[in-house]
């Protein structure tokens, strides 16, 4: 067996294996995440904002 087709094997058992998630699982993480990246976007946003300030009240 190549190595290509054993790789192969190896993801469709891996995906026999699985289980799917439900629904509110999955809202909950989605939820996660998007707190998260608006947390580290905000995070950026306020050194962003604060580098601005910093830059243009030393003209």
Same mark, same amino acid.
């Given at each position: 067996?190549?190595?290509?087709?054993?790789?192969?094997?190896?993801?469709?058992?891996?995906?026999?294996? #699985?289980?799917?998630?439900?629904?509110?699982?999955?809202?909950?993480? !989605?939820? !996660?995440?998007?707190?998260?990246?608006?947390?580290?976007?905000?995070? #950026?946003?306020?050194?962003?904002?604060? #580098?601005?300030? !910093?830059?243009?009240?030393?003209?």
């Amino acid at each position: 067996m190549s190595f290509i087709q054993h790789k192969v094997v190896e993801i469709i058992q891996t995906m026999k294996l #699985a289980k799917k998630t439900s629904k509110d699982d999955y809202v909950t993480h !989605l939820r !996660l995440v998007l707190l998260g990246i608006g947390f580290v976007g905000g995070i #950026a946003f306020v050194i962003k904002l604060i #580098a601005e300030f !910093l830059t243009t009240s030393g003209k």
